[in-house]
């Protein structure tokens, strides 16, 4: 057999093998570029594997050079399906939409055949700019090529016509796929929850032939998305009884369900399981962790897991210092935010938005104003409405109406409800009636379907004894079809939340609960308490005032709490509304006359109350 001399064939061969051995290790622009300059050497710019294999990793890796890529594209003199598939790809990655179409449509003129992997990044680029007519004729062009049966790319379309809020179009796509995989029924289920049709993603839900983790996630999330916990819950009991394995998106979606309600024990329990079974805690999931012991009011425990992240990104950073917020500790917030500063993380503009909320909650005005300034002077983050809001907060619980206002007549935005709402409540608060009342009116009439500001306004109304606005603003509200949102408290015992709302008698336990209620009263009346109705719409005499406050629902939470734990247990209760100030002082003597510490979260932020004494500090 004659030999091969060197310099031949074989020897090329091993070096081609070589250099996109080389190829496929390489981590940097630097290394990529010697690399080329091989398969150059090697004559071999014009071979599309492995030219291919360079435009790959510039157009698609964190190291790459998308310009790069797109000049060593042009070089070529015939790019094939998979060059233009891969730019393509690099393109969406980029958000470079455009770029993407007219690829697409250089792609057809050069009498490139597409194939299935040249359509769903292309969907998926008229998804994110919302390009419904090119996304329309892509479709056509899926139909047209022939891949009307591929899942890949009907999946985008469904996610395509989802993101457009073409939902018919979307379940068309849906109903004549010839086989429909997990992904097909998911991406259904979580278009329809984007549009808040939730019944709707739950029958799709319910029609599955097979369910994975990954769909039940999205039931899940759909629900706590929309505020349905308990129906979250129920259907995570039910996954758990169908032996379906928690995964880190399902933890992730029920710890933010824990949070919602309020659910302490469910979140301890979900945080053990993390734990014992080795799911993985990346930045996302340990944020939520710990948003949701921040939320459920163990603060310390939000901190023992924020110090034991190994690598805490600026989301982890955000949640710790807003979990501080909303506890009333701003002085510590603000330490925080220094050691964030150190670590050399730079903080966003909601890095910001919690330093100042820390500073509201505790009456740091000094401060307040400081951190306004600083964000834009040192990182150049201008406020925004929240900011601007924040700081209208915090200097109108501290008084400084006219600053307060003077700030909003100078702000470079258009005044949102909650800039105003915030100044009207602080009107209401330091009894400067005429302020409220012009900044009232205006307030209703930007946010006329919200019930809590009319509410807010007929209360300083009847502070001020103007019963005809107070009865104006009340068939104002008749007029609009404006119901008053209800209140609820929420307490979990055991494991199990309980739902309580003013006056409410659905509890089986409720006898024994108003019995408790007035024992409450009759210990805490004997130490000075007389309630307090201020808080009251003014259209009822004096006796019926007294008696709702009596029973609404943060008082039946406390009573039925104290009935059901052992003395000395903190009692947790969550409220959706803002707690009125006649429940406020009465827990301050309830915590007194029952030796508890009650922990109360309300819309706002957490009330600590304990030995007769409220963590706030009157700043809510």
């Given at each position: 057999?004659?030999?091969?001399?060197?310099?031949?064939?074989?020897?090329?061969?091993?070096?081609?093998?070589?250099?996109?051995?080389?190829?496929?290790?390489?981590?940097?622009?630097?290394?990529?570029?010697?690399?080329?300059?091989?398969?150059?050497?090697?004559?071999?710019?014009?071979?599309?594997?492995?030219?291919?294999?360079?435009?790959?990793?510039?157009?698609?890796?964190?190291?790459?050079?998308?310009?790069?890529?797109?000049?060593?594209?042009?070089?070529?003199?015939?790019?094939?399906?998979?060059?233009?598939?891969?730019?393509?790809?690099?393109?969406?990655?980029?958000?470079?939409?455009?770029?993407?179409?007219?690829?697409?449509?250089?792609?057809?003129?050069?009498?490139?055949?597409?194939?299935?992997?040249?359509?769903?990044?292309?969907?998926?680029?008229?998804?994110?700019?919302?390009?419904?007519?090119?996304?329309?004729?892509?479709?056509?062009?899926?139909?047209?090529?022939?891949?009307?049966?591929?899942?890949?790319?009907?999946?985008?379309?469904?996610?395509?016509?989802?993101?457009?809020?073409?939902?018919?179009?979307?379940?068309?796509?849906?109903?004549?796929?010839?086989?429909?995989?997990?992904?097909?029924?998911?991406?259904?289920?979580?278009?329809?929850?984007?549009?808040?049709?939730?019944?709707?993603?739950?029958?799709?839900?319910?029609?599955?032939?097979?369910?994975?983790?990954?769909?039940?996630?999205?039931?899940?999330?759909?629900?706590?998305?929309?505020?349905?916990?308990?129906?979250?819950?129920?259907?995570?009991?039910?996954?758990?009884?169908?032996?379906?394995?928690?995964?880190?998106?399902?933890?992730?979606?029920?710890?933010?369900?824990?949070?919602?309600?309020?659910?302490?024990?469910?979140?301890?329990?979900?945080?053990?399981?993390?734990?014992?079974?080795?799911?993985?805690?990346?930045g996302k999931l340990t944020t939520t962790i710990i948003d949701m012991y921040c939320k459920c009011g163990r603060l310390e425990k939000a901190f023992e897991v924020f110090n034991g992240s190994p690598s805490?990104?600026?989301?982890?950073?955000?949640?710790?210092?807003?979990?501080?917020?909303?506890?009333?500790?701003?002085?510590?917030?603000?330490g925080l935010f220094e050691q964030m500063e150190e670590k050399m993380v730079a903080p966003d503009d909601i890095t910001f938005l919690n330093v100042l909320c820390a500073c509201a909650h505790a009456g740091?005005?000094?401060?307040?104003?400081?951190?306004?300034?600083?964000?834009?002077?040192?990182?150049?983050?201008?406020?925004?409405?929240?900011?601007?809001?924040?700081?209208?907060?915090?200097?109108?619980?501290?008084?400084?109406?006219?600053?307060?206002?003077?700030?909003?007549?100078?702000?470079?935005?258009?005044?949102?409800?909650?800039?105003?709402?915030?100044?009207?409540?602080?009107?209401?608060?330091?009894?400067?009636?005429?302020?409220?009342?012009?900044?009232?009116?205006?307030?209703?009439?930007?946010?006329?379907?919200?019930?809590?500001?009319?509410?807010?306004?007929?209360?300083?109304?009847?502070?001020?004894?103007?019963?005809?606005?107070?009865?104006?603003?009340?068939?104002?509200?008749?007029?609009?079809?404006?119901?008053?949102?209800?209140?609820?408290?929420?307490?979990?015992?055991?494991?199990?939340?309980?739902?309580?709302?003013?006056?409410?008698?659905?509890?089986?336990?409720?006898?024994?609960?108003?019995?408790?209620?007035?024992?409450?009263?009759?210990?805490?009346?004997?130490?000075?308490?007389?309630?307090?109705?201020?808080?009251?719409?003014?259209?009822?005499?004096?006796?019926?005032?007294?008696?709702?406050?009596?029973?609404?629902?943060?008082?039946?939470?406390?009573?039925?709490?104290?009935?059901?734990?052992?003395?000395?247990?903190?009692?947790?209760?969550?409220?959706?509304?803002?707690?009125?100030?006649?429940?406020?002082?009465?827990?301050?003597?309830?915590?007194?006359?029952?030796?508890?510490?009650?922990?109360?979260?309300?819309?706002?932020?957490?009330?600590?109350?304990?030995?007769?004494?409220?963590?706030?500090?009157?700043?809510?």
């Open positions: 057999m004659q030999s091969i001399a060197p310099g031949h064939a074989a020897p090329a061969s091993l070096s081609y093998i070589k250099a996109i051995e080389s190829l496929e290790k390489c981590s940097t622009m630097a290394e990529l570029k010697q690399y080329h300059s091989q398969i150059v050497r090697l004559g071999l710019s014009s071979d599309n594997d492995a030219m291919g294999r360079v435009i790959k990793f510039c157009a698609a890796s964190e190291s790459g050079d998308l310009v790069y890529a797109r000049r060593l594209f042009d070089e070529m003199a015939d790019p094939d399906a998979f060059i233009y598939n891969t730019l393509i790809r690099g393109y969406l990655q980029h958000n470079l939409i455009r770029d993407c179409i007219f690829l697409y449509l250089q792609m057809l003129y050069d009498s490139i055949t597409p194939n299935n992997f040249t359509f769903p990044p292309l969907v998926r680029a008229c998804s994110v700019d919302s390009r419904i007519v090119e996304g329309r004729q892509i479709h056509a062009h899926v139909l047209k090529f022939g891949f009307k049966d591929d899942g890949f790319s009907q999946n985008n379309l469904i996610y395509m016509y989802m993101s457009f809020g073409l939902l018919e179009e979307a379940r068309r796509v849906f109903d004549q796929m010839p086989r429909k995989d997990a992904v097909s029924w998911t991406t259904l289920i979580s278009g329809y929850s984007r549009w808040d049709l939730v019944d709707d993603a739950y029958e799709v839900f319910r029609s599955m032939p097979e369910k994975n983790s990954a769909s039940w996630n999205a039931m899940i999330a759909t629900f706590v998305q929309h505020n349905q916990f308990h129906e979250a819950f129920a259907l995570f009991n039910e996954m758990r009884s169908e032996k379906i394995e928690l995964d880190k998106f399902v933890a992730a979606s029920m710890l933010s369900a824990c949070t919602g309600l309020g659910a302490l024990k469910q979140g301890e329990w979900i945080h053990e399981y993390i734990s014992k079974n080795g799911i993985e805690l990346d805490k990104g600026i989301s982890t950073w955000n949640c710790m210092i807003g979990g501080l917020a909303i506890h009333g500790k701003g002085k510590a917030a603000i740091l005005v000094e401060e307040g104003h400081y951190f306004f300034h600083y964000m834009t002077e040192l990182y150049g983050i201008e406020p925004k409405s929240e900011h601007f809001g924040c700081l209208v907060d915090l200097l109108g619980r501290a008084g400084l109406l006219e600053e307060a206002r003077k700030l909003i007549d100078e702000m470079p935005m258009k005044v949102d409800a909650g800039v105003l709402g915030a100044l009207v409540g602080a009107c209401k608060i330091h009894g400067n009636i005429d302020m409220g009342e012009s900044i009232g009116e205006k307030l209703i009439e930007l946010d006329p379907d919200n019930s809590g500001r009319y509410v807010l306004l007929a209360n300083l109304y009847s502070h001020a004894g103007k019963w005809q606005d107070v009865a104006r603003i009340r068939k104002l509200m008749n007029d609009r079809g404006v119901k008053k949102a209800p209140g609820f408290s929420i307490v979990e015992l055991e494991g199990i939340s309980s739902k309580f709302v003013a006056g409410g008698r659905g509890h089986p336990e409720t006898r024994d609960i108003y019995a408790k209620v007035d024992e409450m009263l009759e210990r805490i009346g004997s130490m000075g308490y007389v309630p307090d109705t201020d808080g009251v719409l003014y259209d009822i005499d004096e006796e019926e005032k007294e008696n709702p406050l009596h029973y609404h629902s943060e008082k039946l939470a406390i009573a039925f709490a104290l009935m059901k734990t052992r003395p000395g247990e903190t009692i947790r209760i969550s409220k959706n509304l803002r707690v009125c100030r006649n429940c406020h002082e009465a827990s301050k003597y309830i915590s007194k006359a029952f030796e508890r510490e009650i922990i109360v979260r309300d819309r706002n932020r957490f009330h600590h109350f304990r030995n007769g004494e409220c963590s706030c500090n009157g700043y809510w």
